[in-house]
C-alpha cells in the first residue's frame, strides 16, 4: 500500500512539474535518417538552453506521417523525463488567389476547347460538301474512260476553259480544309495538355491544404472553418549544469521506401564489370531531409514488443493407406520452402501488430504454418528434407542489412522518385556466350562473377550495358559476400543460331517400336574471332518405367561440368561447350549434329503431361533460375 501511495505521489508531482514548465520553443534540425523498406526512422539534433533549469522544449512542424508511440528522445548530459506527441487542430487560410487563378485558365481553356469543337463541327460540314461538290462535277463530265468531245463537254454545261479552273478550285479547297483541320488538331492537343497541367497543379494546391476532392466543387466556395493537424513534440529535460547540451529526439515515420538498382557495364573481352549500386528513394513524409547522414536498412523496426507465444502441437492417428513416404524427385516443388515464406510474413505481421486482437491472430497464424514445417518433416524421407533444407539454406536471405551512404544527402519530400548512390564497384567476371535453337534464333551473353565487395547485393533490378550502348533489364537475386552470381547482358547481334530436324526413323520388332531422332544445330558467327558459347538442347525424359530414353550420336561431347552433371543432364537438358570459328556463316556455319532413340510398346504413344505440363515447366524454370542465381 505505501509503494502504491508512493506511485502516485511521484506521478503527480511529475504532472505537477509538467503543468509549472514553461514552454521553450527549441531549434532543431534533421541530422540523421535511418530508410527502413516502407518507414523511417527520423533523428533531430535539438538545440538547448544553455542556462540549468527544467524545460519543455517543443519540435513543431512535425510530419503528419509520424507514427503515434515512437517518440523518443535521448542525451548524455540531460535528464529526459518524459516526451509526448501533441496535436493541435489550426485554421486554414486559403490563398484564394492561387486558387482562382488557376481555376479561370482551367475555365478559359474549357471554354476554348468547346469553341473549338464548333469549329471542327463547321469544317467538318465543308468538307462533306466539298466532297458533294466534287462528286456531282465528275458524274457530269462521264466515265474516266470516255473521251469527250467538245459539243459533248458544252452540253453538260461546262466548257474546256471551266475544266482546269474547276480542278483547281477543288485542289485547292481540299488543301486548305486540310491544312484547317491539322492547325485545330494540333491546338486542340496542346489545349489538353494545358488543361491537365493545370488540374494536376490544382490537384497539388487542394493536397497542400489537406482539400479533398469533390465533384463539381469549387475551393473559393470551400468552408472557411477548414481546419489542418499541426503535429510538434514535447521534451521535458532538467539541466544541471550551465553550457552547452546535445539532446536527440527521433520518431519514426510512414511514406518513406527504398528499393534497390544497379547498373551494369562491360565492354571487349568482359573479364571484369562495373558495378553502380543505387538506391531508389521514394520520401513523401511531408518534411524535406536537408543535408542528412543516411543509412539505408532492411531490417523491420518492431512495433510490437511481445514475445511471440509457442502453443502446443496436437496429433492423432490416422489409418495408413499402405502407401510409403512422399518420394519426391529434384524437379518438385521444394515444400518446406513455400511453408517457410508464408512464415516470414507472419513473422513481418506479427512485428508490426500493436492491438491485442491483433497479435492473437498473428500468434495463431505462426503456430499454424510451424505445425505445417513439421507435418511436411513427418511425412517425408529423410533424403528429400535434408535436400529441401539444403536449398533452403542456399537461398535464405539475411535478416537485416545495412548501408551508410557517404556524405551529407538532401532528399525532399515530393511524389517522384530520387536516387542515392551506396557504392561503385570493378569486379572480375567471366564472359560467357548460350545458344538455344530450339527456343529462339538469337545467342545470349552473360557474365558469372562473385561478390567481393563487403556488402551483400540485395535483390533487385539492373540496366545493362555492354560497349557503351545499352541492352536492356535484369534482375539480381539477393548475393551475399563470397557467393556467385549471373547477369544477362541480353543478345549478340553478331551471333545467330538455328536447330533442324535432319532425320527421324521408326522401327517395330516383336511387338516394341523404336524412335530415332537426328538433328543438327548450326551457329553463325559474324565476328572476326572465335566465340566459346554453350550450345544448348534437351532430350524428353520421363519417370515411366515403360519408356527408355538415349541419346547416341553427340554422347561423348557432351560438357563434363559437375553441377551440370549433377542437376541438368538427369532432367534431359544437353550441354555442349562448342568453339564457333571466326566469320563462319551461310554454306560455312558451324554445325553440330547429334541424336537420340526412345524405344516403348508398340502399342503406346508419346504423350506430354497434358495440363500438368504448365506447372511442371514452371517448377522446373523457377528451380533453375534459384540455382543459376545462387551457385
Not at 514552454?23 to 535518417?33: C, L, P, Y
Not at 516403348?600 to 506447372?615: K, L, N, P, T, W
Amino acid at each position: 500500500m505505501k509503494r502504491l501511495i508512493f506511485s502516485l505521489f511521484i506521478l503527480l508531482q511529475a504532472f505537477g512539474l509538467h503543468a509549472e514548465l514553461q514552454a521553450v520553443k527549441a531549434q532543431s534540425r534533421i541530422a540523421n535518417v535511418i530508410l527502413y523498406r516502407s518507414q523511417a526512422l527520423v533523428s533531430r539534433d535539438v538545440t538547448v538552453p544553455e542556462l540549468p533549469g527544467e524545460y519543455a522544449l517543443e519540435l513543431e512542424s512535425l510530419p503528419a506521417s509520424v507514427l503515434p508511440g515512437t517518440l523518443f528522445a535521448s542525451s548524455k548530459d540531460l535528464d529526459i523525463i518524459s516526451v509526448r506527441l501533441s496535436a493541435e487542430y489550426l485554421p486554414i487560410e486559403l490563398p484564394k488567389d492561387r486558387f482562382a487563378q488557376i481555376e479561370e485558365k482551367i475555365k478559359q481553356t474549357e471554354e476554348e476547347l468547346h469553341a473549338l469543337q464548333i469549329g471542327k463541327s463547321k469544317l467538318s460540314v465543308n468538307i462533306e460538301f466539298l466532297k458533294l461538290l466534287q462528286g456531282q462535277y465528275i458524274a457530269k463530265l462521264g466515265p474516266s474512260a470516255t473521251a469527250l468531245t467538245e459539243k459533248e463537254v458544252q452540253v453538260g454545261g461546262f466548257d474546256f476553259k471551266t475544266i482546269p479552273e474547276m480542278t483547281e478550285f477543288l485542289f485547292k479547297k481540299r488543301n486548305e480544309f486540310a491544312s484547317e483541320t491539322n492547325a485545330l488538331e494540333s491546338r486542340e492537343r496542346s489545349l489538353n495538355q494545358e488543361l491537365e497541367m493545370q488540374k494536376e497543379k490544382l490537384t497539388a494546391l487542394r493536397h497542400e491544404f489537406g482539400i479533398r476532392e469533390e465533384a463539381n466543387a469549387s475551393t473559393q466556395q470551400a468552408a472557411p472553418d477548414m481546419r489542418k493537424t499541426v503535429h510538434k513534440a514535447i521534451i521535458y529535460v532538467s539541466k544541471q549544469k550551465p553550457g552547452k547540451s546535445q539532446l536527440s529526439a527521433g520518431y519514426l515515420v510512414l511514406n518513406a521506401s527504398w528499393s534497390p538498382a544497379y547498373n551494369v557495364r562491360i565492354s571487349g573481352a568482359g573479364k571484369e564489370f562495373s558495378l553502380e549500386y543505387i538506391a531508389h528513394v521514394r520520401q513523401t513524409t511531408g518534411e524535406d531531409w536537408n543535408s542528412i547522414s543516411l543509412t539505408l536498412s532492411t531490417a523491420t523496426p518492431s512495433a510490437n514488443a511481445e514475445i511471440p507465444i509457442l502453443a502446443p502441437m496436437w496429433v492423432n492417428l490416422a489409418e495408413n493407406s499402405g502407401a510409403e513416404e512422399q518420394t519426391q524427385s529434384v524437379i518438385d516443388v521444394n515444400p518446406i520452402a513455400k511453408t517457410l515464406s508464408v512464415q516470414k510474413a507472419n513473422v513481418t505481421k506479427f512485428k508490426l501488430k500493436k492491438d491485442a486482437q491483433g497479435e492473437l491472430a498473428d500468434n495463431i497464424s505462426l503456430n499454424y504454418n510451424a505445425n505445417e514445417v513439421q507435418c511436411i518433416e513427418f511425412q517425408n524421407k529423410k533424403e528429400n528434407l535434408r535436400r529441401w533444407y539444403d536449398d533452403v539454406k542456399k537461398t535464405s536471405t539475411q535478416i537485416a542489412v545495412e548501408y551508410a551512404i557517404k556524405g551529407s544527402l538532401t532528399l525532399s519530400s515530393r511524389n517522384d522518385e530520387q536516387m542515392a548512390t551506396i557504392l561503385t564497384a570493378k569486379i572480375p567476371c567471366s564472359l560467357y556466350y548460350e545458344a538455344v535453337p530450339l527456343l529462339a534464333g538469337f545467342v545470349s551473353r552473360g557474365i558469372e562473377a562473385t561478390n567481393i565487395i563487403e556488402q551483400p547485393l540485395l535483390a533487385g533490378s539492373y540496366s545493362a550495358f555492354a560497349d557503351g550502348q545499352y541492352v536492356g533489364t535484369g534482375t539480381i537475386g539477393m548475393t551475399a559476400k563470397g557467393q556467385q552470381f549471373v547477369i544477362g547482358f541480353g543478345i549478340d547481334p553478331q551471333l545467330r543460331c538455328e536447330r533442324e530436324l535432319l532425320d527421324k526413323n521408326a522401327n517395330k520388332s516383336w511387338g516394341d517400336r523404336t524412335e530415332t531422332y537426328k538433328y543438327r544445330l548450326s551457329i553463325d558467327n559474324y565476328k572476326t574471332e572465335a566465340v566459346a558459347i554453350r550450345l544448348m538442347d534437351r532430350i524428353p525424359v520421363t519417370k515411366d518405367k515403360g519408356l527408355k530414353i538415349l541419346i547416341e550420336q553427340g554422347a561423348d561431347k557432351l560438357c563434363k561440368d559437375p553441377e551440370y552433371m549433377e542437376f541438368d543432364y538427369p532432367k534431359g537438358i544437353l550441354r555442349w561447350d562448342v568453339s564457333v570459328p571466326p566469320s563462319s556463316f551461310g554454306a560455312s556455319a558451324f554445325k553440330f549434329d547429334y541424336s537420340f532413340k526412345m524405344e516403348f510398346d508398340s502399342d503406346m504413344r508419346i504423350s506430354s503431361q497434358g495440363q500438368a505440363v504448365q506447372e511442371q515447366i514452371k517448377d522446373d524454370i523457377s528451380n533453375f533460375e534459384r540455382r543459376r542465381s545462387k551457385k
